[in-house]
């Protein structure tokens, strides 16, 4: 039968391979939570999404985060840009709710001669 010193250099051994190998787990998984986040962020800036909201759900989800951000529809898809203010809005707006314009009256360009 083995000696104490012996079982304790042999447990002391085992321990720090452990260790060794949970601290390269956790630098892999928070090398990929940063990549995720990044990539998430990137298509949700793209498509007009809340780009910190991604880059969170990225971090914590993963491949699934970038797998629905780049399934939903875009957002901007749906906006138009007012010609009085400059500021986006529905597409089926009839008045700007920033500044009041009505988009369905024609624009009257002053001419000049």
Same mark, same amino acid.
């Given at each position: 039968?083995?000696?104490?010193?012996?079982?304790?250099?042999?447990?002391?051994?085992?321990?720090?391979? @452990?260790?060794? *190998?949970?601290?390269?787990?956790?630098?892999?998984?928070?090398?990929?939570?940063?990549?995720?986040a990044?990539?998430?962020a990137?298509?949700?800036? !793209? !498509?007009? *999404?809340?780009?910190? !909201?991604?880059?969170m759900?990225?971090?914590?989800l993963?491949?699934?985060?970038? $797998? @629905?951000?780049?399934? @939903?529809p875009s957002?901007?898809?749906?906006?138009?840009?007012?010609?009085?203010?400059a500021?986006?809005?529905?597409?089926?707006?009839?008045k700007? !709710?920033f500044?009041? *314009?009505r988009?369905d009256?024609?624009? @009257?360009?002053?001419? $000049?001669?």
């Open positions: 039968m083995d000696d104490l010193p012996t079982q304790v250099e042999s447990l002391q051994a085992q321990l720090a391979a @452990i260790q060794s *190998h949970l601290m390269a787990t956790l630098w892999v998984t928070t090398f990929l939570s940063f990549v995720f990044l990539a998430t990137y298509f949700a800036a !793209r !498509r007009g *999404h809340n780009v910190f !909201r991604w880059a759900l990225g971090a914590l993963g491949p699934f985060a970038l $797998i @629905i951000v780049v399934l @939903i957002a901007k898809a749906d906006t138009k840009v007012c010609p009085d203010c500021e986006s809005v529905k597409a089926a707006a009839v700007c !709710r500044c009041g *314009h988009f009256q024609p624009e @009257i360009v002053p001419r $000049i001669t």
